[in-house]
């Protein structure tokens, strides 16, 4: 069950085994979450494509296709927000806000059509027969008559996007981003090296020519530290006798 979790929430369950407790309980949660805003979306897209199309099997259909969409995306939001050591640059935080807006936006989606099937299927508080292909007039009438409703989509929403700060507040010199680094920065060197040497294959059997990428980074692929070529132009005194042997020649 915890491994199914782990997964659920996007982190590596093989690097997560060797964390702390802490970390492992925090991404236990997550996994939790996400299998609820599985739910909300199925529930909340099927309402919305009901009152759309009136048809329950074409409601289930979209519903389900849509959360896959919507989910998918949602997991790619969040396992590609990677923790370093500089968490709160500038940089970062743009990356983080711009993720919570776009994914918040999503959730605010689902969370409206779930609130729909709360009050159209669950609590029958309104008739689904008089909003056929009304989605707008629906939402303006739940919002008019039942203005609690705001509490819900509120504390939905913060649960929404919950495992993106769940993943936030593991430090960056925890066991396990450290972990997680090493192996994904092996992965990239042991491709890179895999990638060169079929570099130099393809030129040497396509055009018999020996050649190799030539590294203007001391840490490729990387490439963050630039490689400094040092040169000895010599003094101003050879630069005459260069000039001088130039005339005689």
């Not at 949602?74 to 968490?87: G, I």
């Not at 989606?109 to 299927?121: P, Q, R, Y």
């Not at 972990?179 to 570099?199: A, G, P, S």
């Amino acid at each position: 069950m915890q491994l199914a979790l782990w997964k659920m929430a996007c982190e590596d369950y093989q690097i997560l085994y060797q964390a702390s407790k802490k970390t492992r309980r925090a991404f236990t949660f997550s996994g939790v979450v996400m299998g609820i805003n599985y739910m909300l979306s199925l529930l909340g897209l099927y309402q919305f494509f009901e009152i759309i199309f009136v048809d329950i099997f074409i409601a289930l259909v979209l519903g389900a296709f849509v959360t896959i969409v919507f989910m998918n995306i949602y997991k790619l939001c969040l396992t590609t927000l990677n923790k370093d050591e500089k968490t709160f640059s500038l940089s970062y935080l743009a990356s983080l806000l711009g993720r919570l807006i776009f994914v918040g936006f999503i959730g605010l989606l689902i969370i409206k059509g779930f609130e729909s099937f709360l009050i159209f299927t669950v609590f029958e508080k309104l008739t689904l027969a008089d909003y056929e292909g009304k989605i707008l007039l629906s939402l303006r009438t739940i919002h008019s008559k039942f203005p609690w409703i705001w509490m819900v989509t509120i504390a939905l929403l913060t649960l929404f996007i919950l495992p993106f700060f769940i993943k936030v507040s593991i430090k960056a010199g925890s066991i396990y981003i450290q972990e997680k680094k090493t192996v994904e920065k092996n992965i990239i060197l042991e491709d890179y090296k895999r990638f060169k040497k079929r570099y130099a294959i393809i030129f040497q059997r396509d055009y018999n020519l020996s050649i190799e990428i030539k590294e203007h980074y001391l840490d490729p692929p990387f490439n963050t530290i630039p490689l400094i070529v040092t040169q000895n132009l010599g003094t101003t005194e050879d630069f005459i006798k260069f000039l001088n042997s130039e005339e005689v020649s």
